[in-house]
């Protein structure tokens, strides 16, 4: 996590502690080091945060300091709790972390009125939440795209035929029964979707397709019909 954005971290969970919080709380949650917090708490305090507190006994936040209000509708406040809701369903373990992060953040950020939207619980997304990936990392997956990494599958067909593939991936598809990964295959020379729940083994290569993700999403896009599953 950057410098900034743990700052940022360590404003938004003094905002919304009722009581004091320990360095080492915060370095559980962040996961960093207690020593890496004491000198955050000291940048923020050099810029005038006005945190309170000590070794020992923890910190807290003096009422009267905000940062700027995020400005939604009412709309957009439910359709970002929608939004949290779907994630819920996904079947990926990191992402519905995240939504809570996100969730949190939000409240700690927006004026009253739409606290309450948040608070209410009132939209719900129903139906069957996908279940996990079992052996695959969609986290690992999600780096990859970002970075445009090449990953190395242990890929089982419909058959039952196991090839080892390498993918360049370019997109994550989350459905009700399993995730797809829309990679484009080495082994085939065409973008294949590689199904959540018949890859045995995901493993990075360290290998980079740098400035082609765009490109290949395009043929993807291109052909968007009907892409080959596996194969």
Known sequence: MRKASRLFEIIQILRLAR?????AM???????????????????????????????????????????????SIEE???IVLSLALLERTGDEELKQAAKRVSSKIAGAVPPPLRQTLDANALHAWGFAAPSAGT??????????????????????EA??????????IALIYYAESANIVAWCELRHAIRNFRSDRIEDCR??????????DRLRQIWVDGWETPAIGG
Do not use: N, W
């Open 160 to 169: 039952g035929r196991t090839t080892q593939r390498i993918v360049r991936p």
């Open 136 to 157: 695959i990392d969609l986290a690992l997956v999600r780096r990859a795209i970002r970075d445009e990494e090449k990953l190395d599958l242990s890929y089982r067909d």
């Open 204 to 213: 990075a290569t360290g290998l980079h397709f740098k400035g082609e993700g």
């Open 77 to 79: 406040m439910e359709a």
């Open 19 to 23: 009581q004091p919080v320990t360095a």
């Open 26 to 72: 915060i370095a559980e949650r962040l996961e960093v080091t207690i020593r890496s917090i004491y000198r955050d708490i000291a940048a923020l305090q050099a810029m005038r945060v006005p945190i309170e507190g000590g070794r020992g006994i923890g910190y807290i936040l003096r009422p009267g300091f905000d940062l700027p209000p995020l400005m939604f």
